[in-house]
C-alpha cells in the first residue's frame, strides 16, 4: 500500500553534521522524497506536534528540543512518499529510546539521553497513518508537497507577504 511519512531531522541532528548520514540510511526504504524544507520550529508548531505529550513530565524539555533550544535553530523537515512508507521509515530509525535501538539503527547509532533525561533521538518519523496526515498538515502546505497526498480546496483571499526586494 503507498503511504506518506513526516520525517524530521532534529536539531541534534543537524548541529553533528548527520543530514548526510540519515538521508543515505533513508534512502534504503527505496522511497520517494515528495518535500523537503528547513524550518525554524516555532512554539506554536511544537506544542501542536507534541500535543499528544503535553501531560508528559518531560514535555517542557521536549518543545525547547525540537524548538532547538539546546542545538541548532532549526530541522530538517521531509515527506517520503511510497509503499509501506510509515513501517520502512520506522524500522530504519530504530526504537525512540537510544539506548534500546539497534545499533545499526539511525537512532541507536547517533542518539543518546542527556542527564537530563531527554532523548536526542536525531530523528522523527511519524507511527501510523493517522499521525502522518496530521503530522504532514502541520508541516506542509499542499502547494509545498510535489504529489497530491490528501484532498485540497482551492482559498482566495489577499495575503500580506514577505518578497525579495
Known amino acids: 500500500m503507498t503511504q506518506q ?25 527505496k522511497l520517494d522524497i515528495v518535500a523537503a ?3 525554524k520550529v516555532s512554539r506554536e508548531l511544537a506544542e501542536k506536534h507534541y500535543a499528544a ?25 521531509l515527506v517520503y512518499w511510497g509503499e509501506d512508507a510509515i513501517n520502512n521509515v520506522r524500522k530504519i530509525c530504530g ?8 545499533p545499526v539503527s539511525i ?3 547517533y542518539g543518546r539521553i542527556t542527564t537530563k533525561g531527554v532523548y536526542e533521538n536525531v530523528i522523527h518519523a511519524s507511527t501510523n497513518a493517522q499521525e502522518a496526515e496530521r503530522e504532514i ?14 484532498p485540497t480546496k482551492i482559498i482566495k483571499e ?3 507577504r514577505r518578497a525579495w526586494a
Open 5 to 29: 511519512t513526516l520525517v524530521l531531522i532534529k536539531p541534534d541532528g543537524l548541529k553533528k553534521s548527520l543530514t548526510g548520514n540519515v538521508l543515505t540510511r533513508l534512502s534504503e526504504t
Open 37 to 39: 524544507k528547513i524550518v
Open 53 to 77: 505529550l503535553k501531560d508528559k513530565p518531560f514535555y517542557g524539555d521536549l518543545i525547547k528540543y525540537i524548538m532547538g533550544e539546546y542545538h541548532k535553530k532549526k530541522v530538517m523537515a
Open 137 to 150: 498538515k502541520l508541516w506542509f502546505q499542499p502547494d509545498e508537497v510535489i504529489v497530491d497526498l490528501y
Open 95 to 102: 526504537s525512540t529510546n537510544p539506548e534500546e535501538a539497534d
Open 158 to 160: 489577499k495575503i500580506e
Open 107 to 109: 537512532r541507536g547509532a
